[in-house]
């Protein structure tokens, strides 16, 4: 079983839409999750950390459900440049290794 | 500004060479991280350095090598072993965890990428 599961998508959704994507993790001694952004043939970047009350950051919202093991995405008011592959990630605390997810695309159109 | 640099951005390998990526950083992170990107797929980790003169084998190591002689660099080498080493390889770093436990100091940074293709 991978550590980190994402379904790959691919979402396209309208400009303005809501979209929601989940990333369930195996490890239940898992402590810090994030959400990276990647553009096309870009590299990764910090889209924003997971807290264990939920976050919210202007259009983004970030949840956690430690008893179901999977984190959320929820994406308002969707934006053309929200077009990239949103990656789930995971780390346990007790190592240095962060576990990836495939990746979910999103494309919003016009 | 601080950040990671990886050079370089495009590299060609002819068959039975082997070839070096280079990842520096001047953030003053302890940690570092190499994975490999193949299309449609997430990264896996190749090696990780927690400290200088150390590191560790990720998922799959063989058919790298890597070193870890200054806390700033942390080169990658793709041997002649690696049969299949068309790919975007991303350099990161952070904190070390188990230094610093607070949250924001697991975020790994990333390097812009090296793409490797084998002539």
């Known amino acids: 079983r991978k550590e980190v599961e994402q379904d790959p998508g691919p979402f396209n959704v309208p400009e303005g839409a809501t979209v929601a994507f989940n990333c369930t993790y195996s490890n239940s001694a898992s402590q810090s999750f994030f959400w990276y952004r990647q553009d096309c043939r870009k590299e990764p970047k910090l889209l924003m950390s997971?807290?264990?009350s939920g976050n919210e950051d202007g259009r983004f919202t970030a949840q956690l459900n430690r008893a179901s093991q999977y984190i959320s995405l929820l994406i308002r008011d969707s934006k053309l440049s929200d077009s990239a592959t949103y990656l789930c990630?995971?780390?346990?605390?007790?190592?240095?290794?962060?576990?990836f997810g495939t990746g979910t695309s999103l494309t919003v159109i016009p | 500004d601080g950040g990671i640099t990886q050079s370089p951005k495009y590299l060609f390998r002819k068959e039975g060479q082997n070839v070096t990526l280079s990842c520096e950083q001047n953030l003053n992170h302890d940690a570092m991280y190499w994975y490999r990107q193949d299309p449609g797929q997430g990264l896996r980790l190749i090696y990780y350095s927690q400290i200088v003169n150390d590191f560790q084998k990720g998922d799959i190591a063989e058919g790298y090598s890597v070193s870890r002689e200054k806390k700033e660099s942390f080169p990658l080498t793709v041997t002649s072993a690696q049969k299949n080493p068309t790919a975007f390889y991303l350099c990161?770093?952070?904190?070390?965890?188990?230094?610093?436990?607070?949250?924001?100091?697991?975020?790994?940074?990333f390097g812009a990428g090296t793409r490797l293709s084998v002539l």
């Open positions: 990161a770093s952070s904190i070390d965890p188990n230094r610093d436990r607070r949250l924001a100091k697991y975020i790994q940074y």
């Open positions: 990630v995971v780390n346990t605390n007790t190592g240095n290794q962060f576990y």
């Open positions: 997971v807290y264990s």
